[in-house]
């Protein structure tokens, strides 16, 4: 039985471990290499440990989810609103892409992707016609939203691999967006629900930056973290050449 005493003891030594990581950090050049999350039952944003060739990003530090306890819920402007456990999602048939996540903050970083389209979770669920977009809830509390038009282009999927292996906790276990042409914070990750909506909405990025709500990749310049970080000029939309 979990009583409430060992249920606020829990909280707090998970509490009291984070803060000290963060604290001790500065100080010593071993524990500025690791990943502070590794070990614990949280994750979180991070440059560290082994996330150099690959950034992750988290809006706030959220607990691991457990692979029994996850559902994907469909809900909103469907006919066949519904829940989706990982052994569902895993019987979509499967597509694989190579891209390249862009984020906004300058990196990128490219891998191999592989789960399945939106347009066979929508023979299951059936948005009705005014079901213009898709609203995105992530286990981190952040939010996203993406036209249905932009998830039925060929090169977005809802994503369960990357690079042959399971999702990891950092890059969005169990179940991501992949969509190439747009900036990385338009790429859920951790996703829990899909709501089917028939109005635009701003996702959290776009609320707390200096950021477009569309954010389609615009011509500029990158630096990819597989690359050195040598600066390069993207023409805009999808990285393509490299
Ligand atoms: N749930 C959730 N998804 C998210 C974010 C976030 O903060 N929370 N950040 C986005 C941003 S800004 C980027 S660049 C990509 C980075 O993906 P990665 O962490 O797998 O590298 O995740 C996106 N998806
Ligand atoms: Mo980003």
């Not at 979990?2 to 909280?11: A, E, K, P």
């Not at 690791?34 to 959220?62: C, L, Q």
């Not at 891209?99 to 592989?114: D, P």
Request: with cysteine.
């Amino acid at each position: 039985m979990i009583t409430r005493r060992n249920f606020l003891v829990r909280w707090m030594s998970a509490f009291l471990l984070l803060i000290g990581q963060m604290l001790f950090r500065p100080f010593s050049k071993a524990w500025a290499d690791t990943d502070p999350f590794v070990g614990t039952d949280f994750v979180g944003k991070t440059r560290a440990g082994e996330h150099e060739s690959f950034y992750i990003n988290y809006w706030k530090p959220m607990r691991r989810i457990k692979p029994e306890r996850w559902k994907l819920e469909v809900t909103g402007l469907c006919k066949n609103p519904g829940a989706f456990r990982i052994e569902d999602i895993k019987s979509f048939p499967v597509k694989t892409r190579s891209s390249r996540m862009k984020c906004v903050e300058c990196w990128s970083a490219r891998a191999k992707w592989q789960g399945f389209s939106i347009a066979e979770l929508e023979k299951k669920v059936q948005p009705l016609p005014e079901a213009i977009g898709v609203v995105f809830h992530c286990a981190d509390a952040y939010i996203e939203y993406l036209s249905r038009e932009s998830l039925l282009k060929p090169e977005t999927l809802l994503v369960h691999s990357m690079d042959g292996k399971p999702l990891t906790d950092e890059h969005g276990f169990p179940l991501r967006i992949i969509i190439p042409f747009k900036y990385g914070y338009k790429n859920p990750k951790a996703i829990l629900k899909m709501e089917y909506v028939s109005n635009f909405q701003a996702g959290t990025w776009s609320k707390i930056g200096p950021y477009s709500m569309d954010g389609t990749i615009l011509p500029g310049t990158d630096h990819p973290l597989d690359f050195g970080k040598q600066p390069r000029r993207i023409p805009g939309g999808e990285i393509v050449d490299y």
